[in-house]
């Protein structure tokens, strides 16, 4: 089947009509995510990212349903509360940038939408406001490596947080000129990011930090079963967090075949980010441990290389940090 961009939005509406039908306390619903651009599919995949804004806080924010082999509906689920005061979000880089980037309301009582974004999106873009955002993605950063310093931890929470760490610095960076990045197109966007900021060698450093080309190749081509078979274990368990349950592998696993020769670096961050999420899931008692340690260790990403990892990681967010309060001075913003 042919799936296309406006097949995509038109499910997109047919999910919000249903929601409010069914829904009394739903006061608001508005797509964000790739359905938005003009190519929103990856590998032949992708997902509908819709934000579902209720009266109170809601028992389930995270819900992802499967529509095809191809496509699954991914559903934030947020309390109205979230967005008060509305004047914070301009310093939010999630919430507020997903109110800012041209999200499409697909349902809107009572103007909700309205009066949240105008308040929300006033100066947004102002540098008083953009470095605030940025900053708190690299403060994340630091406080990451700093608790790693002074509490080690096991291999998988280590390599984890070290992920985590990197996502939050490489982020502070995006946000300078737009919004947070996402997952899948993650290090195909990344040095754009970078160039616009005229630090380009932060893309290399990122690149470096998750193990360069040549683990990348490797670890393509040598654990890409092991890697799949993490996957549906952690999909297997009734407690499979929403992101990797079940209707979710083709949403990563073509992205990593499509992207593995071209682009193998984006299909190794990829599969390597999902394979340490679902092994931390898992833990280190499950069966699928053995070959992620193997791998880790082979690839040099393991918990053996453990000191250079943090001196890596802290030297690329001296860079971060830097790059923040040159901007923050060049664009005349008070630190």
Not at 149 to 176: D, G, H, S
Request: aromatic share 8%.
């Amino acid at each position: 089947m042919r799936i296309t961009r406006e097949m995509l939005l038109n499910l997109a509406r047919e999910t919000a009509e249903r929601t409010v039908r069914r829904q009394r306390d739903v006061l608001c619903i508005f797509l964000i995510g790739s359905v938005l651009d003009e190519e929103p599919l990856l590998g032949g995949s992708g997902d509908i990212d819709l934000v579902i804004v209720h009266d109170s806080e809601p028992l389930n924010p995270r819900e992802v349903q499967r529509l095809s082999d191809e496509i699954t509906l991914d559903i934030a689920r947020l309390g109205a509360a979230a967005f008060q005061p509305a004047r914070r979000l301009r310093q939010d880089p999630w919430l507020g940038s997903a109110l800012w980037y041209n999200p499409l309301v697909l349902y809107d009582r009572q103007h909700w939408f309205e009066f949240t974004q105008a308040g929300a999106t006033a100066q947004f873009t102002l540098p008083e406001n953009v470095y605030p955002r940025a900053q708190r993605l690299a403060a994340t950063a630091r406080q990451i490596w700093r608790d790693l310093i002074e509490t080690p931890a096991p291999a998988l929470e280590t390599a984890w947080r070290l992920l985590e760490a990197l996502t939050q610095a490489a982020n502070a960076i995006a946000c300078l000129n737009g919004a947070p990045l996402t997952e899948r197109r993650f290090v195909l966007n990344f040095p754009a990011r970078a160039q616009a900021v005229g630090r380009p060698g932060l893309a290399a450093g990122f690149s470096d930090l998750i193990g360069g080309e040549a683990a990348a190749r490797e670890g393509l081509q040598t654990w890409r079963n092991a890697w799949l078979e993490a996957l549906e274990a952690v999909a297997s368990r009734e407690d499979a967090p929403p992101r990797l349950n079940a209707a979710r592998r083709a949403y990563y696993q073509r992205p990593v075949e499509a992207l593995a020769a071209e682009q193998p670096l984006a299909a190794w961050w990829i599969q390597w980010r999902t394979w340490t999420r679902a092994m931390r899931h898992l833990g280190e008692t499950s069966p699928a441990y053995a070959d992620w340690h193997e791998a880790s260790e082979a690839l040099g990403l393991g918990l053996s290389q453990r000191e250079r990892h943090l001196a890596a990681l802290d030297a690329y967010l001296d860079t971060v940090e830097e790059t923040l309060d040159q901007w923050a001075t060049a664009n005349g913003v008070r630190i």
